[in-house]
T-cell receptor, first 114, second 114 residues
Framework: KAGVTQTPRYLIKTRGQQVTLSCSPI?????VSWYQQTPGQGLQFLFE???????NKGNFPGRFSGRQFSNSRSEMNVSTLELGDSALYLC?????????????FGQGTRLTVV | AQSVTQLDSQVPVFEEAPVELRCNYS??????LFWYVQYPNQGLQLLLK??????LVESINGFEAEFNKSQTSFHLRKPSVHISDTAEYFC????????????FGSGTRLLVRP
């Protein structure tokens, strides 16, 4: 069974540009969450999608957005990139939405903003 | 708001020695607790989880963690570490306080020396 796939693995962008990251969850999983990981702030929750609907959103500016498609694949978009957006972006998929459900993480997309 | 505290940012230990990585959480409601491990340039892998039942949970590679409700702790232990255990370890909690979000601690880097 394939794991969570994130593409691309590495990305270099210039300030002011926008970027789209992709996440393919494990087959059968309907919930996808996104996290930003930085040395200074650690792991911070961005948002969660379940059945194409955003169910939860973290404390990030509106430049960060996402969506989920009918096949559960998800994308996140960051517009007007800033240097501080450089981070490892992790996607996690879960079978359902629930407190006891296990989250499986992808290997992440390393975004560098120059 | 729900929070998770990992007091030790780095724990150096010699190979074959025992280790304990500490984790405390803040919540007055039912919680579900997780330990994740992250190797360099990788995503997060679930190490073990406490959902209900026995307060002592074990992983397949020798780690164990004990849920202590009175002390709001979920410390991770291993009686004898290997070089290959060198990684960053994250404690996480999910509860009704945080909706379905996984709230992570700041991480503890375990450094196993020969």
């Amino acid at each position: 069974k394939a794991g969570v796939t994130q593409t691309p693995r590495y990305l270099i962008k210039t300030r002011g540009q926008q970027v789209t990251l992709s996440c393919s969850p494990i087959s059968g999983h309907r919930s996808v969450s996104w996290y930003q990981q930085t040395p200074g702030q650690g792991l911070q929750f961005l948002f969660e999608y379940f059945s194409e609907t955003q169910r939860n959103k973290g404390n990030f500016p509106g430049r960060f957005s996402g969506r989920q498609f009918s096949n559960s694949r998800s994308e996140m978009n960051v517009s007007t990139l800033e240097l501080g957006d450089s981070a490892l972006y992790l996607c996690a998929s879960s079978r359902t939405q629930g407190y006891d459900t296990e989250a499986f993480f992808g290997q992440g997309t390393r975004l560098t903003v120059v | 708001a729900q929070s998770v505290t990992q007091l030790d940012s780095q724990v150096p230990v010699f190979e074959e020695a025992p280790v304990e990585l500490r984790c405390n959480y803040s919540s007055s409601v039912s919680v579900y607790l997780f330990w994740y491990v992250q190797y360099p340039n990788q995503g997060l892998q679930l190490l073990l989880k406490y959902l209900s039942g026995s307060t002592l949970v074990e992983s397949i590679n020798g780690f164990e963690a004990e849920f202590n409700k009175s002390q709001t702790s979920f410390h991770l232990r291993k009686p004898s570490v290997h070089i290959s255990d060198t990684a960053e370890y994250f404690c996480a909690v999910r509860s009704s306080d945080s909706s379905y979000k996984l709230i992570f601690g700041s991480g503890t880097r375990l450094l196993v020396r020969p």
